[in-house]
């Protein structure tokens, strides 16, 4: 076995591993499961929960097709979504281990590094209520960046439909696309690109309006706006609103401190797209619900692997030429 097949072997071992930790804590398949109310699974596979949830429907429609083919019934469903979600977690490791390649080139060190993702999803994920479509979020919005990376449009635009489906952050790749290209294309491939997109969006989204036309009296439509509810937050609440700083397990403050590290562009430009994405969920997402902010945790990830190595790699070199400095040259 080669040394490339023996880290492979290694990694999808672990990777499945920490993926069968992480879901029965958020679906509790083996005990009586927790009461999600009107928006549980069952009902976003029913149709009938309250919107926005009802629109991120790519999974529940999956789990729909095996009740339908009789591969699960009606009792076994959460058991489906555990498998989804188990397969969800070990592609995403994948997905995220390509992802880091582009800057980490050791197999060895970014195959660790990549496992460490298992470490910091927790901080925005793996809380009561289970929402189907959150880690699969997490997988599109990594595989994008890569496909954006590597202008595999061919491949780009099924997977961009896949994560509108699942859910409307995927308008964010195209904030990617954007900041990435903006001066390596023509202005009028850009446009192209950028505008066939926001088409491609603006369409799954509007079909799902009128799909779920039904639902939206005991919803918020496509959108919950938060804005007043955040002010208020931050300033009847300011120390509670400090929570929203652990988001990415306080990884963000490495990259923050040392952004100057970062040497690649393409990861340097794609960290762009973060305060966007922030300002994005301040309108529509509770500040206080870290999970709002999972999609970009591969971005801070990455960037933080970067710095950190790059940091370790600049002491150890100050060592070296320190130990040079101070051994006599007849030694």
């Not at 069952?42 to 009938?48: D, F, I, R």
């Not at 901080?123 to 590597?150: A, H, K, Q, R, W």
């Not at 939206?216 to 300033?235: C, D, E, I, P, S």
Request: some cysteine; overall charge positive; charged content about 15%.
């Amino acid at each position: 076995m080669t040394r490339a097949a023996r880290i492979d072997l290694a990694f999808l071992a672990a990777a499945v591993v920490l993926s069968l930790h992480t879901v029965p804590y958020e679906l509790r398949v083996c005990i009586p499961p927790p009461d999600h109310g009107l928006d549980s699974p069952e009902s976003l596979v029913a149709g009938t929960a309250s919107t926005p949830y009802q629109y991120r429907v790519l999974v529940p429609l999956l789990v729909r097709g095996l009740l339908y083919t009789h591969v699960v019934d009606p009792s076994t469903q959460l058991i489906a979504f555990a498998v989804i979600q188990v397969l969800a977690l070990i592609l995403l490791a994948f997905v995220f281990r390509a992802y880091l390649s582009r800057f980490v080139p050791d197999p060895v060190v970014c195959s660790t590094a990549a496992l460490t993702l298992f470490a910091v999803l927790p901080f925005n994920y793996f809380n009561l209520p289970y929402y189907p479509y959150d880690i699969p979020s997490v997988l599109f919005f990594t595989l994008g960046l890569l496909l954006i990376y590597e202008q595999k449009w061919a491949w780009f635009y099924p997977l961009f439909i896949a994560a509108t489906i699942n859910r409307e952050t995927s308008i964010f790749l195209t904030v990617v696309t954007v900041f990435v290209l903006f001066d390596r294309v023509p202005a009028k491939v850009l446009a192209l690109l950028a505008g066939s997109q926001i088409a491609i969006w603006t369409a799954i989204k509007a079909a799902l309006w009128v799909i779920y036309a039904d639902n939206r009296w005991m919803g918020y439509g496509l959108y919950q706006f938060q804005l007043k509810v955040n002010l208020a937050t931050l300033v009847e609440r300011p120390l509670k609103s400090v929570i929203a700083l652990g988001t990415w397990g306080c990884l963000w403050m490495a990259v923050v401190i040392w952004h100057k590290r970062i040497r690649d562009p393409y990861l340097r430009r794609t960290l762009w797209t973060i305060p966007v994405f922030i300002v994005g969920m301040f309108l529509v997402g509770f500040i206080l619900e870290l999970r709002i902010y999972g999609e970009v945790l591969p971005i801070v990830l990455a960037a933080f692997w970067v710095v950190f190595l790059d940091v370790i790699d600049s002491a150890s070199r100050r060592r070296v030429a320190g130990f040079d400095r101070q051994t006599p040259a007849s030694a």
